[in-house]
C-alpha cells in the first residue's frame, strides 16, 4: 500500500521552529517530486515548499522563502520540512504529497498522486 506519514507538528510560539517530516513506503520514492501543502482554518490549501525527485532542486512559497527549508534522503524515503521564524499565520494542517509528474507542475495539488495524512502545526503569538 502506498503511504505519506506525515509527522512532526505541534504547539510553538511565534519565532520558534519545527521539523515536519515526511516518510514514504508502497511506491518508488525517488520518482517522485515530493510538495507540502497547508489548509489553515476557513483558508484555501495552499502550496508551501516544493523538492524534485533528486533533491537537487526546491521551490518555497514567497512567504515561506528565507523561512522554510525542504530536503529529501532517498535512502530513507524521507523528505523533510524545516520551518524557522514561525508566525501565527502559519498555524494549519500540513500535508505531504508525490507527484510523478512534470516539474513545472509541482505547485499544482491536482498534479499530485498520493497524499498522506496531515500534521497540524500551531503557531501562538
Known amino acids: 500500500d502506498v503511504q505519506l506519514q506525515a509527522s512532526g507538528g505541534g504547539l510553538v510560539q511565534a519565532g520558534g521552529s519545527l521539523r515536519l517530516s515526511c516518510a514514504a513506503s508502497?511506491?518508488?520514492?525517488?520518482?517522485?517530486?515530493i510538495g507540502w501543502f497547508r489548509r489553515a482554518p476557513g483558508k484555501e490549501r495552499e502550496g508551501v515548499s516544493f523538492?524534485?525527485?533528486?533533491?537537487?532542486?526546491?521551490f518555497h512559497r514567497d512567504s515561506m522563502r528565507g523561512r522554510f527549508t525542504i530536503s529529501r534522503d532517498n535512502a530513507k524515503n524521507t523528505v523533510y520540512l524545516q520551518m524557522n521564524m514561525l508566525k501565527p499565520e502559519d498555524t494549519a494542517v500540513y500535508y505531504c504529497?508525490?507527484?510523478?509528474?512534470?516539474?513545472?507542475?509541482?505547485?499544482?495539488?491536482?498534479?499530485?498522486?498520493?497524499w498522506g495524512q496531515g500534521t497540524q502545526v500551531t503557531v501562538s503569538s
Open positions: 504529497a508525490a507527484s510523478k509528474e512534470p516539474w513545472r507542475y509541482v505547485r499544482f495539488a491536482s498534479r499530485y498522486a498520493f
Open positions: 508502497g511506491f518508488t520514492f525517488d520518482d517522485y517530486h
Open positions: 523538492i524534485d525527485n533528486t533533491g537537487g532542486t526546491t
